[in-house]
């Protein structure tokens, strides 16, 4: 019976010491700016070429792991282009296809980090600029 309090004691002092470390932990977000901007032409329906020109920044999870991904950014900006040039003209020239091309971005880049650093690293993806032709 002792013994069960005890346990119970330090089942109790664990949790008030973990909710008040959680409590008192801030996120520490970081940002990761992909430069120059990203250009690349895309899939047009018209005898033209269409392009696209990006500028995209990157919500990382912790400020310390912008290191690993200025690292691994000539892999990510190569993904990001490969997804960028399959997109069909109506897809890229509205907003709701928009918001489809960065969430495929995002998890595309997710996944990348994930099977390079073992955790997926990257929280989200802004689009700053965002121009098409």
Do not use: W
Request: glycine share 4%.
């Amino acid at each position: 019976m002792l013994v069960l309090l005890r346990i119970f004691i330090a089942i109790i002092v664990l949790a008030s010491s973990l909710s008040l470390h959680a409590a008192g932990e801030k996120p520490n977000v970081g940002y990761y700016g992909f430069e120059p901007d990203i250009i690349t032409n895309y899939v047009s329906n018209k005898r033209r070429i269409g392009f696209v020109r990006i500028t995209a920044e990157l919500m990382v999870e912790d400020v310390q792991n912008v290191p690993a991904v200025e690292h691994h950014a000539p892999l990510l900006r190569d993904a990001m282009i490969d997804i960028l040039i399959r997109q069909p003209e109506q897809k890229v020239k509205s907003m709701t296809g928009r918001e489809e091309i960065r969430i495929l971005i995002l998890e595309k880049l997710k996944e990348l980090m994930k099977k390079e650093t073992g955790q997926p690293v990257i929280k989200d993806l802004i689009f700053t600029k965002y121009l098409y032709s």
